[in-house]
């Protein structure tokens, strides 16, 4: 399912998690796909992140002077991860110069976070969240999710699997954070229908 989006006019922060829940865009509580309250039209709580290297990043720091924000949570032991990853980035790289900035939060420790960078070579930050804590607080219990907060501060959007309707709504929305047209992407290999990966806590699949 795919949530609504906001322009960068009105100071959109856009969190990209990979992670799954299910959302729709209205800014009411709702049930995503796995039946947990939706965070939608919630105040993103206070949380922080390591990055390669120890240092501290909170989501303060994220949202720095009011950028819109892509936060991509990344579960590294799912394969559909991987395969989300290499559209993500190619959408991330595709708007440039890009008026948001971009971060992915993996819950795995520092050895194979370079690894993952060192594979998928992402044009944006990679963070460390081993508990998966700042999943948790966002509502992110799967791979992959992408969630949209505005500059209140409020979650506005998540978008919840893989798919290629999926993809194209997240190609469409990031377009429009930036100002610009949709850039031409090529999801024909992608399922039509949205898949859903590993859940970051219990470590099971939630299925299709």
Known sequence: MVSSAMSTRN????????????????????????????????AVPPFTTLAIGGQ???????????SPIFIYFINGSDPLSSQASNYINRIASAYSPSKTKWFGIINQPEE??????????????????????SMQLLGAQSSPTLVE????????????GLSAPLMKSINREVARANGMKPAEMDFSKLPSTTQVGLRFVAGTNNGG
Do not use: C
Not at 56 to 66: L, P, T
Not at 152 to 159: L, M, N, Q, S, Y
């Open 11 to 42: 100071g959109t922060i856009i969190l990209g998690i990979l992670a799954a829940v299910g959302m729709s865009g209205a800014a009411h509580a709702q049930t995503n796909a796995n039946g947990r309250t939706s965070q939608v039209g919630k």
């Open 56 to 66: 501290r990043v909170s989501f303060d720091d994220m949202k720095g002077q009011g």
């Open 112 to 133: 194979k976070v370079r690894s993952y960078q060192a594979e998928f070579n992402p044009p944006y930050q990679l963070l460390m969240d081993t508990n998966s804590s």
């Open 149 to 160: 907060i505005g500059s209140d501060g409020k979650i506005k959007r998540e978008w919840t």
